[in-house]
């Protein structure tokens, strides 16, 4: 069975830092791996995804993530953060064939606090 | 604009009561998907149809049913064996796997709070 840690609750962060979002996760054979964004009382809205090829993958709002085979991680990264980044954000992992496709887990999420 | 719509956004339900979820989208999508979530719990899947007339259980399908009569349509019944029913709901669906990723598009929720 599949499985996504993300290991901090929560993060806080400076406006104007970078902000790092962790996530680590665990699948039979090759994964497609995807970060959400939930603002209070929304649906999840879709920010990127790994599906082969380039480590560093770019998607919505100035977001990238990081695929890392090795440590089996796909961490959420953005240079410069801004106030309104402030929201939950999630991680979740399917495999790319075979029983369970159809499963996308989630981890249980990261609050992401930016300070002004 | 393509897209999924939930409704009611927000119901409220006595014990006992059976109630029903209404998710429908215009994206075309084959498979779609119910979610539970719950406050730092991250989101459990019910139940999930890769086809019209046909689904499966999911991670906690108990004292929850759907049907899939129609492509856009995808209803979720709550009903009085559900324990604890208080929770954001969340319909989602997405391309099959294998055509794409499968990245899912989600609704914006409804939230049952039984009284």
């Known amino acids: 069975a599949q499985s996504v840690a993300q290991p901090e609750d929560q993060v806080n962060v400076a406006e104007g830092n970078p902000l790092t979002v962790k996530c680590t996760y665990s699948v039979s054979g090759n994964p497609y791996l995807f970060w959400y964004v939930q603002y209070p009382n929304r649906g999840l809205q879709f920010l990127l995804k790994?599906?082969?090829?380039?480590?560093l993958v770019k998607g919505s709002y100035g977001f990238e993530a990081e695929f890392n085979k090795s440590q089996t991680s796909f961490h959420l990264k953005k240079p410069s953060a801004l106030v309104s980044d402030s929201a939950l954000y999630f991680c979740?992992?399917?495999?790319?064939?075979?029983?369970?496709?159809?499963?996308?887990?989630f981890g249980k999420g990261t609050k992401l606090s930016v300070i002004p | 604009d393509g897209g999924i719509t939930q409704s009611p956004k927000y119901l409220f339900r006595k014990e006992g009561q059976n109630v029903t979820l209404s998710c429908e989208q215009n994206?075309?999508?084959?498979?779609m998907y119910w979610y539970r979530q719950d406050p730092g719990q991250g989101l459990r899947l019910i139940y999930y149809?890769?086809?019209?007339?046909?689904?499966q259980k999911g991670d906690i399908a108990e004292g929850y049913s759907v049907s899939r009569e129609k492509k856009e349509s995808f209803p979720l019944t709550v009903t009085s064996a559900q324990k604890n029913p208080t929770a954001f709901y969340l319909c989602?669906?997405?391309?099959?796997?294998?055509?794409?990723?499968?990245?899912?598009?989600f609704g914006e929720g409804s939230r049952l709070t039984v009284l």
């Open positions: 989602a669906s997405s391309l099959t796997p294998g055509t794409g990723a499968g990245e899912l598009f």
């Open positions: 994206l075309n999508h084959d498979a």
């Open positions: 979740a992992v399917r495999p790319f064939s075979g029983a369970g496709s159809y499963q996308l887990t």
């Open positions: 790994y599906i082969t090829g380039d480590n």
């Open positions: 149809s890769q086809i019209v007339n046909d689904f």
